[in-house]
């Protein structure tokens, strides 16, 4: 009899059938039903027990979080609640758990103590359906690169150059911390490294992605990457994943169109595919909202967030409109964002992205040229001499989902800006080719994934979409 998991099980049609299953004890009620969950399904089966044909012993040993292998019968379940469960012939324990110190008790835990129980986390509903999403929206992304003609491509993760040349990379080296070569000038002599240079962990694929987009045409990276910043925020990871589409021949309008499309397809997917752990955690963000006041609750419900978006198109808006908005906004004139918004130039906050998105627009927002000084090197140059053809995607709660930007394409400009901000032409010359053969028009977005799959769940802390969340001060797990 082939084992079978409790979402096939659940899903059958046929009852009086022998079946077989394993999986892990939520509860034992009764000396007579075990709640068993496998991680196939948000859902338990019901395993029946008839304790006079079972030795005390092997009953003693079905507590929460014991592993175990049960055959019986399918049967029409008796009880209110499944329409199936599992009358019991032969029980086998297969890994034994202690009720005393097993940590994931059939009650509720705050998520800070999860979270240092993260190898266990995902033996409790809300986890395991958020890791579930994830899994899923992961696919959904491949499925839409790959329908819509795109080349999947990886991307270094050790790299010696700054994509985002903001400095915040993860040194990688092999020198010996404590006392490392020297040069003439008393600096730390990286040729005697690993790789013969200093190196990093990558902050991004993107300029590897686009050389490959000036190859293949439509490629998509998706990795990992990683930033050094020390932002304690709940938005922000050490090590997060990253999705790098690149497109040649494709100008900024042509990359707000795919972002946008791209971003209702995943939402959509999920809503067809994962309902059921979506009501599940629909339900459970409205329990959390009914302990904030009413003024802090949001509107809709989590899948009316997400149909929203799915159904809606994004705002798009540029920059300078966005700060005249921000300017006249009543939270600017009483003087209670904490950054005061005053002139052109200023680099938007998490807290004026918000207002836009969720006080004034209401919906998706994509903001649009941006000033060329608060922005990267490899951003497009408007006729204007002073906007760059970059965009940011904002999302209601969640702030900047997606960055992106057409590339400068001519040779001449980028050089220029690379001698202004200090970027030696020798790390990038490779880049820098692209431009000198068969050059065009390119562009691209960066979507963190994470902040998708917080959106997607409705989960407010980065840390707990991700399996072992890398933050300041910690790399447990
Ligand atoms: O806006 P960013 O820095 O853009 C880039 O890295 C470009 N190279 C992308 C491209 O054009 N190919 O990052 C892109 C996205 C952000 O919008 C945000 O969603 C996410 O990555 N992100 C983070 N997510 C979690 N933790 C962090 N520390 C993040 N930093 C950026
Ligand atoms: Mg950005």
Known sequence: MMTKTVAELLSQEVTLQDVTVKGWVRTFRANRFIALNDGSTLNNIQCVVDFENFDEATLKRVTTGAAIHVSGELVESQGKGQKVEIQVKKLE????SDPETYPIQPKKHSFEFLRENAHLRTRTN?????????????????????????????TPIVTGSDAEGAGEMFRVST????????????????????????????????????????SLGKVYTFGPTFRAENSNTSRHLAEFWMIEPEVAFMDLAGNMDLAEDFLKSVLNYVLEHNLEDLTFLEKRLLDEEKTKPQAERSE????????????????????????????????????????????WGADLQSEHERFLVEKHFKCPVILFDYPANIK???????????????????FPGIGEMVGGS?????????????????????????????????TAVH??????????????????????VIPYPRTPQNAEF
């Open 406 to 438: 057409q590339r400068e394409e001519r040779l001449d400009v980028l050089v220029e800006k690379m001698k202004a901000l200090d970027i030696p032409e020798e790390e990038l010359w490779w880049y820098l080719d692209l431009r000198k053969y068969g």
């Open 443 to 464: 562009s691209g977005f960066g979507l963190g994934f994470e902040r998708l799959v917080m959106f997607a769940t409705g989960m407010n802390n980065i840390r707990d």
């Open 376 to 394: 990267a090197f490899y951003m497009r140059l408007n006729e204007d001499g002073k906007t760059v053809r970059a965009m940011d995607i904002l």
């Open 93 to 96: 324990i297969l890994g034994d």
């Open 175 to 214: 020198l010996d911390a404590k006392n490392p070569p020297l040069n003439e000038n008393g600096e730390v002599n990286y040729t005697e490294d690993f790789f013969g240079k200093e190196t990093n962990l990558t902050v991004s694929g993107q300029l590897e992605a686009e050389t490959y987009a000036m």
């Open 126 to 154: 809300t986890f395991s359906a958020v890791m579930r999403l994830r899994s899923s929206l992961s696919f959904a992304i491949h499925k839409y690169f790959t329908e819509n003609g795109f080349y999947n491509m990886h």
């Open 300 to 343: 809709m419900s989590l899948i009316e967030k997400m149909r929203f978006v799915v159904d809606n198109n994004f705002k798009r808006v540029s920059y300078t409109e966005a700060i005249e908005i921000l300017r006249n906004s009543k939270p600017n004139k009483k003087k209670k964002f904490k950054y005061i918004i005053d002139e």
